[in-house]
């Protein structure tokens, strides 16, 4: 543990932050997930609520830091390129 004031308040800020981004982590792979059973069960119109869903938290995560914006980029084409292609197949 530190003895310096200003490091003792480092330690905390990171405390509260690696709680906050964990917590935006989770959320993100829970919007992700929805998207991908809906999938799974070829219910297009859940699939299209979550697959908004799914890119309003990734452009939220990347804005915030917690994943990095290409990633985020490639990961809503891709989601997309499968929903469009699931919907051609129905």
Do not use: C, W
């Amino acid at each position: 543990m530190p003895n310096i004031k200003s490091a003792i308040k480092r330690v905390k800020i990171t405390k509260a932050r690696t709680l906050r981004n964990a917590s935006a982590k989770s959320a993100l792979r829970t919007a992700l997930k929805k998207f991908e059973n809906a999938l799974r069960e070829r219910d297009m119109e859940t699939a299209q609520t979550a697959l908004r869903n799914a890119t309003r938290s990734l452009d939220k995560a990347a804005t915030k830091g917690i994943v990095h914006r290409n990633y985020a980029a490639r990961k809503k084409s891709r989601l997309t390129k499968r929903f469009q292609k699931m919907n051609q197949a129905m």
